[in-house]
């Protein structure tokens, strides 16, 4: 017996109709969280070697 699948209206890819959401679009969605993060960490840690360079000149 095949399991029921549907389509998923975003990103068009089949997935398990008892699924709560598209696998494809969750993964994208937690990637797009962690490049999120590491960006606000790379701009905190550009300013706060600024302000460093800054106070020590």
């Known amino acids: 017996m095949t399991e ?3 389509r998923c209206p975003r990103c068009d890819n089949k997935h398990a109709a008892d ?3 598209c696998p494809h ?3 994208i969605r937690r990637s ?3 490049m999120g993060v ?3 960490m790379l701009v ?3 300013l706060v070697g600024w302000i460093g360079t800054l106070a020590l000149t």
């Open 4 to 6: 029921p699948t549907v």
């Open 38 to 40: 590491a960006l606000v």
């Open 44 to 46: 905190i840690l550009a």
């Open 19 to 21: 699924a709560p959401t």
């Open 25 to 27: 679009c969750l993964s």
């Open 32 to 34: 797009n969280a962690v």
